[in-house]
């Protein structure tokens, strides 16, 4: 059974920074670095899940239009561990992050196989 555990999360204000890391196991076979991609969603109260990046095995990256430039995806292939670098964050990123194993690379929580349970991260003004 694959388990994915945020951790990281928290309260900043805005302009700081926060980092986000993930813990996989319950691959089979050493999957996590020979198919997955991984990513992270975000979820504020009201709204759908949206991606906000993800990661393929080789370590190239996409973002959301929303944090490009500010956020930093990377993941250890070696320890399974997935981390989001946050910088420069805004009141607007407040929501839940969720990690994520994503069967492609595509920022949609339509292609998400495993969720974790997320971490709140709020930042205020």
């Known amino acids: 059974q694959v388990q994915l555990v945020e951790s990281g999360g928290g309260s900043v204000q805005a302009g700081g920074s926060l980092r986000l890391s993930c813990v996989a196991s319950g691959y089979t076979y050493n999957r996590y670095n020979s198919r997955y991609c991984m990513g992270w969603l975000r979820q504020v109260p009201g709204k759908e899940r949206e991606g906000v990046a993800a990661?393929?095995?080789?370590?190239?990256?996409i973002y959301a239009d929303f944090v490009q430039g500010r956020f930093s995806i990377s993941r250890d292939n070696a320890k399974n561990t997935l981390d989001l670098q946050m910088n420069r964050l805004k009141p607007e990123d407040t929501a839940m992050y969720y990690c994520a194993s994503l069967r492609a690379q595509v920022l949609s929580a339509r292609y998400v196989d495993y969720w974790g349970r997320g971490v709140q991260v709020t930042v205020s003004s």
């Open positions: 990661i393929d095995r080789t370590g190239a990256a």
